[in-house]
T-cell receptor, first 121, second 113 residues
Framework: AQKVTQAQTEISVVEKEDVTLDCVYE???????LFWYKQPPSGELVFLIR??????QNEISGRYSWNFQKSTSSFNFTITASQVVDSAVYFCALSEALPGILTGGGNKLTFGTGTQLKVEL | NAGVTQTPKFQVLKTGQSMTLQCAQD?????MSWYRQDPGMGLRLIHY???????DQGEVPNGYNVSRSTTEDFPLRLLSAAPSQTSVYFC????????????FGPGTRLTVL
């Protein structure tokens, strides 16, 4: 069974600090996908990034960066120079490939329990 | 292009009542799913569908039914609501391949008294 662990329930930082959100996953699949979603106070889920299991390159997008390490089954997310607008719940998720008998495949996302990030002035 | 839409946004039910949460997408996605979000538990998969006429159970299917008669619509039915079904429900859709980003609807906040 797949599992995603986000051990940090809540993190509080002061604006402009860097912060890293941890994500550890478990899967027996050799092909899988990892995602990060942001849920701001308004409640919607916003897609941030997708990474497949064969691509261990780190990625940077503006103030956001992601570190994927298969050796430790981790996919950590760092926000540099945090801002108040970064305050949200962040979810890490793992995609499981559906059985081949189902047309087209598709994926089932297993979510972590989320990390509440509070950025204060 | 409206993306994924859900109705209603809020709903209050009494125990034993039935209702249908509506979900529609206009992106021609084959894959659709329903999740519930509870405090401290992240999102958990209820049911999913990989195309019209094909549905299957997720992690927490009990108390819920689904059907998929068209590519666009994927309603979630509560046959006899229970207080344990108080939650926020999200519908999502994606392309059929495993790597597809899932697009989420705005959610339905359901309270069962």
């Amino acid at each position: 069974a797949q599992k995603v662990t986000q051990a940090q329930t809540e993190i509080s930082v002061v604006e402009k600090e860097d912060v890293t959100l941890d994500c550890v996953y478990e899967t027996r699949d050799t092909t899988y996908y990892l995602f990060w979603y942001k849920q701001p106070p308004s409640g919607e889920l916003v897609f941030l990034i997708r990474r497949n299991s064969f691509d261990e390159q780190n990625e940077i997008s503006g103030r956001y960066s992601w570190n994927f390490q298969k050796s430790t089954s981790s996919f950590n997310f760092t926000i540099t120079a945090s801002q108040v607008v970064d305050s949200a719940v962040y979810f890490c998720a793992l995609s499981e490939a559906l059985p081949g008998i189902l047309t087209g495949g598709g994926n089932k996302l297993t979510f972590g329990t989320g990390t509440q990030l509070k950025v204060e002035l | 292009n409206a993306g994924v839409t859900q109705t209603p946004k809020f709903q209050v039910l009494k125990t034993g009542q039935s209702m249908t949460l509506q979900c529609a997408q206009d992106m021609n996605h084959e894959y659709m799913s329903w999740y519930r979000q509870d405090p401290g538990m992240g999102l958990r998969l209820i049911h999913y569908s990989v195309g019209a006429g094909i549905t299957d159970q997720g992690e927490v299917p009990n108390g819920y039914n689904v059907s998929r008669s068209t590519t666009e619509d994927f309603p979630l039915r509560l046959l006899s609501a229970a207080p344990s079904q108080t939650s926020v429900y999200f519908c999502a859709s994606s392309y059929s391949t495993g790597e597809g980003e899932q697009f989420f609807g705005p959610g339905t906040r359901l309270t069962v008294l």
